[in-house]
């Protein structure tokens, strides 16, 4: 399908091939019931992002290159589970026009799962459950903002609970840090590794943060989900509180006519101690909406940041819209345009993307 999302040929090929010859070895049965199964899915994406108009003429430069997701599933039972994801992207910010540069793969996904009809529990490497725009706002440029507060690579642990309701509802709860070990650098250009001394809020080396959320549906509505999600993060070294994050968000699929479909979303996010700043707060909030015709969809996302720190405030905004188009055989092409103002420059770009996604 195609995934909409931002985000040299030799780390490509390694890096894509790697982690499942690792698991050849423990390769599932062709019986069916029978484990270990191995399943997975390998995305790729070719984005062009290319800022023609800006009122900083700095940043008007032009973006090619790759992300490359690979998701690993070991199921050792019916309800023991290993998971990997890997990802190959850019892991500098652009500062100039480039193609395939600065292109880093790492691990940013690595646990041990138990998931029952009821109970599901977890630990490693993951994505605490905290907000959700940044995951599904459509559009090229539908998380340019809002991925500010993705709680991406934190250590821990975390569980659930699913229970029925006039619908499906699960609270979940995970405690967890920055990932400060060699996992937090990367092969090929590098990122890091990360630092206690860094700083940032949740950079901590200890559990002293965590994040709840409750996340379902109700029967009457179909295709309508909701999401509430609370995070307190620890201050790091740079910090003198703990931030404080609160999110309301859901989305809406229905049909509006025969192979058409409108999917409309919204997020709204508060934090207080911003950066684990005392005083310091920011908002965050996202508005989109797919329409869905047979191959087709086109989308708009709105996106506001307002910040204050240190007494100052700061209005940042992003406007996309995409049109793209899946081919029956899985290639998915997209282009975009893009209106920002951001740290009070004015911008326009455009962008186009490649995509195709592989199962096994």
Do not use: C
Not at 47 to 74: A, F, K
Not at 254 to 279: C, H, K, Q, R, W
């Amino acid at each position: 399908m195609i995934s909409f999302r931002s985000g040299s040929a030799g780390y490509l090929l390694a890096f894509t091939a790697a982690l499942p010859l690792s698991l050849v070895a423990i390769s599932a049965s062709a019986e069916e019931a029978s484990y270990p199964q191995i399943t997975g899915e390998l995305s790729v994406e070719i984005e062009n992002d290319w800022t023609y108009q800006s009122e900083d003429p700095s940043t008007e430069i032009n973006d090619l290159y790759p992300t490359v997701v690979l998701g690993t599933n070991v199921a050792l039972s019916e309800v023991f589970s290993l998971n990997f994801e890997a990802t190959l992207e850019p892991v500098k910010d652009a500062t100039s026009d480039r193609a395939f540069e600065d292109l880093g793969g790492y691990l940013n996904i690595i646990t041990a799962n138990y998931d029952g009809e009821t109970l599901s529990a977890y630990a490693g490497k993951f994505t605490p459950n905290f907000g959700i725009a940044w995951d599904i706002a459509p559009g090229i440029f539908g998380t340019n903002l809002n991925e500010d507060y993705e709680l991406a690579e934190m250590i821990g642990f975390g569980g659930g609970f699913s229970f029925d309701a006039l619908g499906e509802h699960t609270i979940s709860a995970s405690t967890f840090f920055q990932d400060t070990s060699f996992l937090s650098n990367s092969v090929g250009t590098k990122r890091g590794p990360l630092r206690l001394s860094d700083g940032g809020v949740a950079n901590t080396e200890d559990f002293s943060s965590f994040a709840v959320a409750l996340d379902g549906n109700f029967q009457q509505l179909a295709g309508f989900r909701y999401h509430l999600g609370f995070s307190s993060l620890g201050a790091g070294e740079d910090g003198n509180d703990r931030q404080l994050g609160y999110a309301v968000g859901g989305e809406y699929a229905f049909n509006v006519g025969e192979n058409v479909t409108l999917s409309p979303m919204a997020e709204y996010v508060y934090f207080d101690n911003y950066g684990g700043i005392n005083d310091d707060t920011a908002n965050y909030f996202t508005a989109g909406l797919a329409f869905n015709y047979e191959n087709w969809v086109a989308s708009s996302t709105y996106q506001l940041r307002d910040t204050k720190v240190s007494g100052v405030t700061t209005d940042d905004y992003v406007v996309d819209l995409t049109l793209g188009y899946e081919f029956d055989m899985g290639l998915g092409v997209a282009a975009a345009w893009r209106g920002a103002e951001e740290s009070n420059v004015d911008s326009e770009g455009l962008g186009l993307l490649l995509s195709y996604a592989i199962e096994f």
